[in-house]
């Protein structure tokens, strides 16, 4: 059911935790199961320059919120928001068509964490 990349980075998850003090903080849930994502950043000249996540979700959400963070580390702002939710999963060799709405608790929540940033630096 789900590809080796999946299974790997769902069993030892890259960047999981928090980053305490962190420059934006995003925390998104899934609606069709209340599984919940958190992403923490820490932000130098609009690049990710850290990035931590809590996962309370399946092995598609964990996988995908791994995946997604080695996918951003390093890029600007702009160029993470445009990674999508395909792209993470086609990064982890597919998902189960039942599995891809899993993918989006990752996109979301960078894009909470991102829309964070820019508030706080707004009213900073
Ligand atoms: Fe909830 Fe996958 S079943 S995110």
Redesign the pocket.
């Known amino acids: 059911m789900y590809s080796e990349k999946v299974v790997e980075y769902f069993m030892h998850p890259k960047n999981v935790g928090r980053l305490d003090p962190a420059d934006g903080v995003g925390e998104v849930g899934?609606p069709?199961?209340?599984?919940v994502?958190k992403i923490y950043l820490r932000v130098q000249k609009d690049r990710i320059e850290d990035i931590r996540f809590e996962?309370f979700?399946?092995?598609?959400?964990i996988a995908t919120s791994s995946m997604i963070t080695e996918m951003v580390k390093g890029k600007t702002l702009e160029e993470a928001l445009a990674v999508s939710n395909k792209d993470v999963a086609d990064a982890l060799g597919g998902l189960p068509p039942e599995?891809i709405?899993?993918s989006?608790?990752a996109e979301e929540g960078i894009r909470a964490a991102i829309v964070d940033y820019r508030e706080r630096a707004r009213n900073a």
Do not use: V
């Not at 979700?57 to 959400?61: D, F, R, S, V």
């Open positions: 899934n069709r199961c209340g599984d994502m996962t979700g399946c092995a598609a959400a599995k709405h899993c989006l608790l």
